[in-house]
């Protein structure tokens, strides 16, 4: 699904009104995009064919969506969930103690551009675009490169990189409290903030204001994620 950055983009360059669901635009309407062609032989060992061109290659078993956040399963599930007895559970006599994370790993799942690299992973992007998958990186001028071709990582992928960066979350009360609506655009800013999955939104022109709050956006996506994280992992760091 492609979402709203990327396609402000394209409204800037294109006539009429763009539009974000599965498609991209054109004039007044929406198409599918075209796959990314891609030869299987043409990718080294390791790397497959993916959405846009050669991809590592992946178990796409290896994340999982927990509490709304993208997440390894083998370091954050597998750990932190007690094992049932098949029998059942009478006073906790079946169930084995959750296992406890380490300072290290708690770091590491409480930093939203790891979740941020992991999740890109996932969907297979090609590795010009994990690059992009960064709070630090991914930014208006490497969107618009994108566009205009610029840059090895299609514009095709930015909504994949964009719902990664969000985490497929819901931003909005954030980016309100953050002043992202003050805009000759208004609350219409709003629904940049919000990346769940298979959202459908009308773009025109009157978005373009919406443009100066991206480093807003993208502090609420970072922030939210964050706390989420430590607020759920705190309990499972192992005490020195």
């Not at 983009?9 to 198409?31: E, H, I, T, W």
């Not at 062609?37 to 043409?42: D, I, K, R, T, Y």
């Not at 846009?52 to 290896?62: D, E, L, T």
């Not at 566009?147 to 960066?165: L, R, T, W």
Request: glycine content about 6%; aromatic content about 10%; charged content about 20%.
């Amino acid at each position: 699904m492609l979402r709203l950055w990327a396609l402000l983009a394209v409204s800037v360059v294109l006539p009429g009104q763009a539009c974000v669901s599965s498609g991209v635009c054109g004039g007044s309407s929406c198409y599918t995009p075209p796959p990314v062609q891609c030869n299987p032989s043409s990718c080294q060992p390791g790397y497959s064919c993916g959405h846009y061109g050669c991809a590592r290659n992946r178990a796409r078993s290896s994340l999982t969506q927990k509490n709304g956040i993208v997440v390894p399963v083998e370091v954050f599930v597998n750990q932190t969930v007690p094992t049932r007895n098949i029998f059942g559970v009478e006073r906790h006599k079946f169930v084995t103690p959750e296992n406890k994370i380490d300072q290290k790993k708690y770091d590491q799942l409480t930093n939203p551009n790891y979740l941020f690299r992991q999740c890109c992973e996932d969907r297979r992007l090609p590795d010009a675009c994990l690059h992009k998958c960064h709070f630090n990186v991914f930014s208006k001028n490497v969107l618009q490169s994108m566009f205009f071709k610029n840059d090895p990582c299609p514009i095709e992928a930015a909504a994949d990189i964009q719902y990664c960066a969000a985490q497929g979350r819901d931003h909005r009360e954030c980016c309100h409290v953050n002043g992202v609506q003050g805009t000759l655009a208004g609350e219409k800013c709003l629904t940049f903030c919000d990346q769940r999955p298979d959202k459908v939104v009308q773009l025109d022109y009157s978005f373009l204001p919406c443009y100066d709050r991206f480093e807003t956006i993208k502090r609420c996506f970072y922030d939210e994620i964050k706390n989420r994280m430590e607020e759920k992992l705190a309990p499972h760091l192992e005490k020195n």
